[in-house]
């Protein structure tokens, strides 16, 4: 949902439907969605002239999927119910499209497919009902198959369309709503159930042979997890309604059910021009996806993603988006044959272009769960640490593809070491167990020798280099891309499809058994953790209820105590925090300017060492180019130097240490107060792991994470500006001699030398832009910060909320009597009892994988 397309018009008519006077503030994804539903809802209720009891209680069913009663959210729903009526919003088609318009496509089916539930609450869908809604689709874009789609479904009568059942299925697929409340994940959840299952599209066209069932059993345990997280969330969503359980619970199980939701397994393709990258990905999809001619023409990074339809996005480096026709993202992903004919990548670090999303239905591996990222040709590219950095992160694996014609050059080899590096989160003597190496065109070499020769030179190399993990599975492959993909299409089992074959199941290995059975971890240990909170809860409120506690006026007052000496925890990791960023920015601010005083003298004792293999009397053009990707290494080694060497070791470190040190007391003291209580210390059965797990609520302070936005290797290049000459600004570096950037003669002992000039040019446009670089190490040094008090709040709500329920307990438990405690009791075993079956589930689980 784009809520920057909220206008003051909306917020006018919000106010005017809800009788309130809302701000801009107050309009939110929910109540936009809720405000909408209302009108579409009401519209096919009314638009037949009666309303029957069934509707009016299927309407109220609906809308308490999105609210609790007596919730705030319950009393705007029916503040909404009155106004739309009053004003007959419903009948009003443009006030409907400004409700609708900061909606995604995907909100919008869902709203027409409760549309559609609503008009079928009586058994029947009406004429004038459907009408209604063909019309309100109709405004909202919505093609006429998807009400076809929702039509069938709910009455059970008609034939589907397999095209337009799967696009419904992709759109209304929950990941789509995460960004929103989880009541819209478990809305198009609900949805989703009600439709048939996604239908296999026939298609005359032959798809890859390669066939990937680990990976299709690796979904299947995360489709299980998924549905173990929505257990416990309905459990804990139960409890909530008796006032059982912590409210911070509910949000805890929902983070956790986002994460697994959204798993996938990324895998990057690296290298330069000419290796072959977009034939290799065609081969792995089977498919002639990415554009491939004799020259290189990779243009853009790519993302090749599952889709229920081909769909092209193409995404802006302003923020922009727009979707393209498939006929466009070939012009879109290349760059120009003049650039490729000369490796030349200045064209594009020029372009516009931040990525291109390219989305299908019959791509197999991506069916099953992986996104590639595919990378330009990175030859000399000026910005090449910033887009491998870009590309790499949080990737499961990478491929580096080489050529066997012209194995590892110089360039080649330091791209290689860039990219270890980057995997190795800045290691740079350990070997990324992460990363594959392909070698490809083997169908050109004459001989088995060469063969050999080739096998001999690359894996000498690697082990020198300590570059690659040798293990179990084989991390080098020797292919011909374009011999497979032909034999692919042809159904050919040659020797060349059976190397690929080799590759992917190494691959596909490699992803499941390793990455994949991390995370199937890492998500069944979010999942239990939250499962022993509620059973802690559970515990105490029983214990409350059989009478073994029991407190006294002076143990509410202590618990009260405990929670403004809670509250006072956050507070003053405050006071210390604003207190240690403002003298940081100081000492940062000096550091800073001493570094671009003296930036002029570094620069031009390396510029001594730019070297082009181009002649200043022929190729002046390319000579000055190749200066010009040399001076922006240059000044990103700089940037990069001046980060690690002197922020982050002699501004940072120290007061992000005594920070951490603060925080490691607060929390120790919290869970000291915690213990000392007479409550606590006379219940020792209570087990807050929360705030028993040090390594779990001390994590912010660790050394993988210690660094935060500063542990990505590669900064420099990340945060400077790439320094471009072309145009006008070529023909001006390639005139007369020009003086000095900040004076005092430096540069003029290189005076009519094109060296000079990319000097003076390039510091130029660099001090034109010091002062948004800066801005940016502002927000990163802030985020360092920012990152710690997060988690001090999280850890503070939980202990407020975990005191908050003690004493509601206590008070609930001296309210009610003893048949209403025996009844809680009763509800409470129950839960208990599913909590520990998902938790033996989990376990098998594991087992199992």
């Given at each position: ?67 609790q009663s007596n919730s705030d959210v319950q009393k705007l729903t029916n503040l909404m119910i009155k106004g739309v009526k009053e004003n007959q ?562 501004i940072l470190k120290e007061p992000l240490e005594r920070l951490d040190n603060a925080v490691e007391k607060e929390f120790e003291k919290i869970q ?178």
């Open positions: 949902m784009d809520t920057s397309r909220v206008t003051s018009e909306i917020v006018d008519l919000l106010s005017r439907i809800t009788g309130q006077k809302l701000s801009q503030r107050d309009i939110t994804p929910q109540v936009l969605f809720l405000a909408s539903l209302v009108t579409v809802l009401l519209g096919v209720m009314l638009v037949d002239g009666t309303v029957s009891e069934a509707e009016k209680q299927h309407l109220q069913k609906i809308l308490s999927r999105f609210s919003i419903y009948k009003k088609i443009q006030d409907l499209l400004k409700l609708t318009s900061p909606l995604s496509e995907s909100e919008k089916i869902l709203l027409i497919g409760f549309g559609y539930e609503m008009s079928a609450a009586d058994g029947n869908i009406d004429i004038k009902e459907k009408q209604y809604l063909g019309i309100v689709a109709k405004n909202l874009g919505i093609k006429s198959e998807y009400l076809e789609v929702f039509e069938i479904a709910f009455t059970h009568q008609g034939k589907f369309d397999a095209s337009a059942l799967n696009e419904v299925h992709f759109l209304l697929d929950p990941s789509r709503f995460q960004e929103l409340d989880t009541v819209f994940v478990k809305a198009a959840s609900d949805m989703l159930a009600i439709l048939p299952a996604k239908r296999e599209i026939k298609t005359t066209q032959k798809h890859t042979s390669v066939s990937y069932d680990k990976l299709k059993k690796f979904q299947v345990y995360r489709q299980q997890l998924d549905k173990y997280c929505y257990q416990v969330f309905q459990i804990i969503q139960e409890c909530q309604n008796h006032n059982l359980l912590p409210n911070t619970l509910i949000n805890e199980m929902s983070t956790v059910s986002k994460k697994i939701q959204s798993q996938r397994f990324r895998l990057a393709v690296v290298g330069e021009f000419s290796q072959g990258k977009s034939t290799l990905l065609n081969a792995l999809l089977g498919e002639e996806i990415q554009p491939v001619r004799a020259i290189p023409c990779s243009g853009a990074v790519t993302v090749l993603k599952y889709g229920t339809q081909k769909r092209v996005i193409c995404r802006y480096k302003d923020g922009r988006s727009e979707e393209i026709a498939f006929e466009e993202y070939k012009v879109k992903a290349t760059i120009s044959k003049e650039a490729a004919l000369e490796h030349r990548s200045d064209e594009l670090a020029q372009s516009n272009i931040e990525e291109i999303i390219f989305e299908h239905p019959e791509l197999a591996l991506c069916k099953n769960g992986v996104e590639i990222v595919d990378s330009p040709g990175l030859n000399e590219h000026p910005q090449r640490t910033a887009i491998t950095q870009k590309i790499l992160t949080d990737t499961d694996a990478a491929i580096f593809l080489t050529n066997a014609m012209r194995l590892l050059p110089e360039k080649e080899k330091e791209l290689l070491h860039d990219v270890r590096y980057q995997l190795n989160n800045s290691s740079k003597k350990e070997p990324a167990d992460n990363l594959f190496v392909l070698v490809n065109f083997m169908d050109n070499l004459d001989t088995q020798e060469d063969v050999q020769d080739v096998k001999q030179r690359l894996e000498s190399f690697v082990k020198k280099e300590n570059l690659l993990v040798f293990k179990e599975i084989n991390r080098v492959h020797y292919i011909s891309a374009k011999t497979a993909l032909k034999s692919i299409q042809n159904g050919n089992n040659d020797e060349y499809l059976q190397s690929f074959q080799m590759f992917t199941q190494s691959l596909e290995k490699f992803l499941t058994l390793e990455r994949g059975t991390l995370k199937i971890n890492r998500a069944v240990n979010d999942i239990t953790q939250v499962i022993t909170k509620c059973l802690d809860s559970l515990d105490i409120v029983e214990e409350s209820l059989d009478g073994k506690i029991k407190l006294s006026a002076t143990g509410k007052q202590e618990i009260l105590e405990k929670i403004g000496e809670a509250s006072g925890c956050d507070v003053r990791i405050r006071i210390l925090v604003d207190h240690l960023i403002e003298s940081v920015m100081e000492q940062a601010n000096i550091s800073w300017n001493e570094w671009v005083e003296h930036l002029e003298v570094r620069l031009i004792l390396k510029s001594t060492e730019w070297t082009s293999k181009h002649s200043g009397i022929w190729s002046r053009d390319k000579l000055a180019q190749d200066y010009a990707n040399q001076f922006n290494k240059d000044i990103s080694q700089e940037l990069e130097s001046w980060i690690n060497d002197e922020l982050k070791e002699n000291s107060e915690f213990h000392t209580l007479n409550y606590f210390s006379q219940n020792q059965s209570t087990n807050w792991k929360f705030l028993d797990d040090k390594n779990s609520n001390l994590s912010v302070i660790n050394n993988s994470s210690f660094w935060g936005a500063f542990g990505a290797i590669g900064i420099g290049a990340a945060l400077v500006p790439v320094v471009f000459f072309a145009g006008p600004i070529l023909v001006a570096l390639l005139g007369g001699a020009g003086a000095g950037l900040l004076g005092g003669g430096g540069i003029a002992i290189l005076e009519n030398s094109i060296t000079e000039n990319v000097l003076k040019l390039g510091c130029e446009q660099f001090v034109n832009s010091v002062d948004g670089i800066f801005e940016r190490i502002d927000k990163m040094i802030y985020s360092l910060f920012n990152e710690r008090i997060k988690r001090v709040n999280e850890v503070v709500e939980e202990t407020i909320s975990i005191y908050e329920n003690v004493l509601e307990q206590q008070e609930k438990a001296h309210q009610e009597n003893l048949e209403q405690r025996e009844t809680e009791k009763a509800f409470i075993n129950q839960k208990r009892q599913e909590l520990e079956q998902v938790q033996k589930e989990l376990q098998t689980m594991i087992n199992k994988s």
